[in-house]
């Protein structure tokens, strides 16, 4: 039961234009959105969140948008550049009491900035 | 500030073992959650620990355990290794069930079962 899903393994992009990574959930439960950036041989890194009242959150290049009624969010860097190659997942937080430290996430999209 | 420690950072063990990972958090994060990442299951929670209580487990068997120390170090343990077993085990730390600002993952310990 795939509750969190990035349907693109890959993308790739020139440098200076947008990157968009999207994600698609099941659960209209979900409190919080998060996106995390992971390079090889490193933990994730967190990058953005968004909580599920909102549908636009923004910090410097990177914007992410959340569209309740499609169940669908996206991850929007401009503009892109080469050092921001590496997988990106999608997270989100279930509702419930005893659901702390839990993040549900999705299976990854590789993105890739051509110089 | 000291980031999420996690050792050792690789680990190669043989079927039927067991295993001891550790994570030290961030200092002053009482949070700590565990994370498998294999290729085809992606990134899947284990279980989450808060001022040495377990108050979340995912949906993994009961070989898989851990701890929670009164410094907020944390460890799992695994025994009767699978080969199913290999894989990048991450722990992340926070505050408190702080979501808006994410969570803070280690570089995780490679385990590799053979």
């Known amino acids: 039961d795939q509750q969190v899903k990035q349907n693109s393994p890959s993308l790739s992009v020139q440098e200076g234009r947008i990157s968009i990574l999207n994600c698609d959930y099941t659960n209209s439960m979900f409190d919080y959105f998060l996106w995390y950036k992971k390079y090889p041989a490193e933990g994730p890194t967190f990058l953005i969140s968004i909580s599920s009242i909102k549908d636009k959150n923004e910090d410097g290049r990177f914007t992410v948008f959340l569209n309740k009624s499609a169940k669908h969010l996206s991850l929007h860097i401009v503009p892109s550049q080469p050092g921001d190659s590496a997988v990106y997942f999608c997270a989100a937080t279930p509702p419930g009491e005893n659901q702390g430290g839990k993040l549900i996430f999705g299976q990854g999209t590789e993105l890739s900035v051509k110089p | 500030k000291a980031g999420v420690t996690q050792t050792p950072r690789y680990l190669i063990k043989t079927r039927g073992q067991q295993v001891t990972l550790s994570c030290s958090p961030i200092s002053g994060h009482r949070s700590v959650s565990w994370y498998q990442q294999t290729p085809g299951q992606g990134l899947q929670f284990l279980f989450e620990y808060f001022s040495e209580t377990q108050r979340n487990k995912g949906n993994f068997p009961g070989r898989f355990s851990g701890r929670q120390f009164s410094n907020s170090r944390s460890e799992m343990n695994v025994s009767t290794l699978e080969l199913g077993d290999s894989a990048l085990y991450l722990c992340?730390?926070?505050?408190?069930?702080?979501?808006?600002?994410?969570?803070?993952f280690g570089s995780g310990t490679r385990l590799t079962i053979v």
């Open positions: 992340a730390s926070s505050l408190n069930l702080d979501p808006p600002r994410g969570y803070t």
